[in-house]
């Protein structure tokens, strides 16, 4: 991949979902379970008052703990969506 997005805007859905947006304006949904059930420094993220806790730190998602994901592997494993789509998705929510 010659283009490396950056995370600029990441919002929490709901349990390990997140939509972030990215600098190439595309706004994807990415779901974090499989990170989550890695253990290591992912393992605090079970507790989903802690997932919530992320923050956008030299371009990507990072949580207190020292975790983070690097922004073009979130690129690659989120799912593009619309603006209906994401209605939708906050109406289940």
Do not use: Q
């Not at 030299?58 to 690659?76: F, K, M, Q, V």
């Not at 619309?82 to 939708?88: A, D, G, R, T, W």
Request: aromatic share 14%; net charge negative; glycine share 6%.
């Amino acid at each position: 991949m010659d283009f490396i997005p950056h995370v600029v805007e990441a919002e929490y859905i709901k349990n390990y979902t997140i939509r972030l947006r990215f600098s190439d304006g595309s706004i994807k949904i990415v779901s974090l379970e499989s990170y989550v059930e890695r253990g290591g420094v992912f393992s605090s993220l079970k507790d989903k008052e802690f997932f919530k806790n992320f923050f956008i730190d030299l371009n990507t998602l990072c949580w207190p703990n020292g975790a983070d994901i690097a922004p073009e592997r979130l690129y690659e494993i989120g799912k593009k969506v619309s603006n209906e789509m994401l209605e939708v998705a906050y109406e289940k929510s």
